[in-house]
Each structure stands twice: as C-alpha cells, then as structure tokens.
C-alpha cells in the first residue's frame, strides 16, 4: 500500500487527533512496521497513523517481507497480523527476536479474534500488547504513545 493510496481515503478524526500539539510541543517521532496481508486493514492502520504527523508506517504483506523490512531498517514499534499468509504472529515474532537487533522492539498484536485463551498465548509470547479489530481509533493511538513512550 503506497503512501498516495492512504491520502485519498480520509477517515473522520477522533478527538485525540483534533486535538492538535501546541507550538513548540514535542512531537513523537518513529517508524512502525505493520504485518498484514488484508489491505483494507493496511489502509485503515496508515490513516490511524497519519493522524500523528511525526509516525512513519510501513506495510509488509507477510512474515518473509517482515522479517526483511525488519533486519533492513528496525523499526520503533512491531504490529504483528496473528494470522499472516506464510506464518503466524507468534512464529513471526520468534523470528524477529532471534535478530539481536530486533530483540527489544515492543510488539503488539493485531486480531479480529478475541478470545481469551487468544490474547493470553500472544502475551506469553511476547507480545506487549493485544489489539482487537475492529480497532478503536483513540485507543490504539493511547497505546502507541504509551508503548513508543515505555
């Protein structure tokens, strides 16, 4: 999904992003790799992102391209699709903690399945934390403060 394609779909934002930094603030900035192979997903992640003008997102349709974007330029911030066409979000994120340059990278995965025993197999994995799709926009940009602020 290329940087134009995001800029011709806009979503309203939620009042978090209104909320406009204040001359002179200090604007966050890092780069996230996002895993997932649905592109409607990919879109909606990238206006999710674009409403923090110092985040950069960048798109890897599987774990192979991951893993490759990854070792490439190491993100700031991992957000792992669980079910990846090539991989799992668990088996990926094994693979990128055995690269000593990813080893410390918070990860969080990304799911439309809820269940319990779900989210507490990504957390003993590893996983930061477990977002549900569909996303709520306020709250996935609180947590990509917190996490890139941790």
Sequence with gaps: ???????TRTVPPSPAARAAPAPGADVLRANLLYVEDNPVNAILMEAIVGMRPGLRLRVAQDGADALREAVAAPPDLLLLDMHLPDTDGIALLHA????????DIPAVAVSAAARSEDIERARAAGFAAYWTKPLDVDQTLAEIDRLLRA
Excluded: D, H, K, Q
């Design 1 to 7: 999904v290329t940087e134009a394609s995001a800029a």
């Design 96 to 103: 990128l903690r055995e690269r000593p340059t990813l080893r």
